[in-house]
């Protein structure tokens, strides 16, 4: 099973801190770096800000494994829209995944369903994937409702796309009450109902569903025994190189060892 790994800075890193990072994480993938090794079907990723953007393309240059994302983009290919960055534009400074939906999009940029739903398209029309997100505030899990929440975020943002539009999609599930400074940890039983749900509406049909809300290092290689869980999408413990360096490397010893379960 494809395992994606990936980071995504927020407003974070200056160019210098930016390169720093990739250089770092760079030097681990090389021949003789400690991820060498590292499985084919582990996919890294990294989202930075997109001052940080063309720059980390650079440093990884056009054929890198690991994938470079943008945290938005609109859903119109050119035009009037002040301080906003095209899907083209993101593609041309090299990126390949746009981060679209976030909890801190919806709530502070007034990010809707019907948005989410064209910047989806967006994103296919011009060859990238999609990395949506959806996650329901803790009063939302209260009530017993995640799943439903969830389900209808992702119809909302998918509906009307075809078998092969839904097999480039990533999702990543990022509980609201679980990410950010205050978020706590999600415990494993908490994700298998909303994963589950996920997985019955789109039976095999997306590239991959992952979760994302105070991954840490103590917790991953759990959170990626957890059924239908294909990637981890990280905050604050990947923002330092060597916290994401061991993340991968965590991700594949729980491949292995899934492995040699069925086995």
């Known amino acids: ?4 790994i990936g980071t995504s800075w927020k407003m974070n890193k200056t160019l210098d801190q930016a390169r720093d990072w990739t250089r770092d994480v760079l030097a681990a993938l090389a021949p003789g770096g400690t991820l060498a090794d590292l499985p084919e079907h582990i996919h ?8 940080a953007t063309a720059l980390v393309h650079g440093l990884l240059g ?12 609109h859903w119109e290919d050119a035009g009037a829209w002040t ?10 400074a090299g990126a390949r995944i746009v981060e679209i939906g976030h909890s801190e999009r919806r709530e502070h940029f007034g990010e809707t369903v019907e948005t989410t739903a064209l910047k989806v398209r967006a994103a296919l ?3 990238l994937t999609p990395l949506l997100c959806v996650g329901e505030p803790d009063a939302v899990k209260a009530a017993g409702e995640s799943a439903a929440y969830i389900v209808e975020q992702a ?14 999609v990533l999702i990543a599930y990022e509980p609201i009450w679980a990410i950010g400074e205050s978020g706590r940890p999600a415990r494993m039983e908490e994700l298998v109902e909303p994963f589950a749900a996920l997985a019955t509406r789109y039976p095999n049909q997306l590239r991959g569903l992952l979760y994302g809300g105070s991954v840490n290092l ?7 025994s957890v059924p239908h869980v294909s990637g981890l999408f990280v905050g604050r413990t990947a ?3 060597a916290g994401y360096i061991e993340l991968l490397r965590l991700a594949a010893g729980a491949q292995e060892d899934s492995a040699a379960s069925i086995d």
């Open 239 to 241: 923002w330092n190189s």
């Open 44 to 51: 890294p990723f990294v989202i930075p800000s997109f001052t």
């Open 218 to 224: 103590d917790n991953a290689r759990d959170i990626l």
């Open 62 to 73: 056009e054929d890198s494994r690991m994938a470079l994302g943008v945290q938005n983009a």
């Open 125 to 127: 029309r011009h060859g």
């Open 83 to 92: 301080g906003e960055v095209s899907v083209p534009q993101a593609k041309d």
């Open 1 to 4: 099973m494809d395992l994606w």
């Open 155 to 168: 119809e909302g943002a998918l509906a009307g796309l075809d078998e092969a539009e839904l097999s480039r």
